[in-house]
């Protein structure tokens, strides 16, 4: 059994807490190489039902993260709070973000994946050192209101002139 795997069929019709320490053990464990280390606490809430589970998440620390910019380290802070309801049913299958089908002779849930998953989701797509957090607010405020990309053309005879006459002749069959 995995170390981030709870045993679901001795729990009781009640909620559980459960803490969890996250290292670069446990990101090489379940990634894929995509966070290259960090520090982290997890906290779950599994609440038992007749029907369901409820679990609560919520997950702290700092990931080291590289800058896409200057290729320097730098610590940025993770917060995520997140609930995923797992229900029994037939088989196992994702039906929504937030909802999952498990069978009811499910043993156990691998909350390990579930955790790397909401972790990789708060990275930012753009990671910037924090330095640089001025200069690209900068950046996206003289962007605002700019056209990058526009189809219209200023003169319209140029488009006249440059059409190949095959496609003129098509033109006049409408």
Known sequence: MKPFSINIIGLELKAHQFSFKLDDEF???YGQGYLPGGQFSAEVVLDKHETFIEADFKIEGIAKLTCDRSLDVFD???QQEKRILFKYGEEDKELT???ILISRDCVSLDLGQLIYEFIGLSIPIKKLHPRFKDEDEDEDENQKGKMVYSTASDDNTEDKETIDPIWEKLKNLK
């Open 76 to 78: 940025f802070p993770i």
């Open 27 to 29: 990101l090489k464990l």
């Open 97 to 99: 973000d937030e909802i």
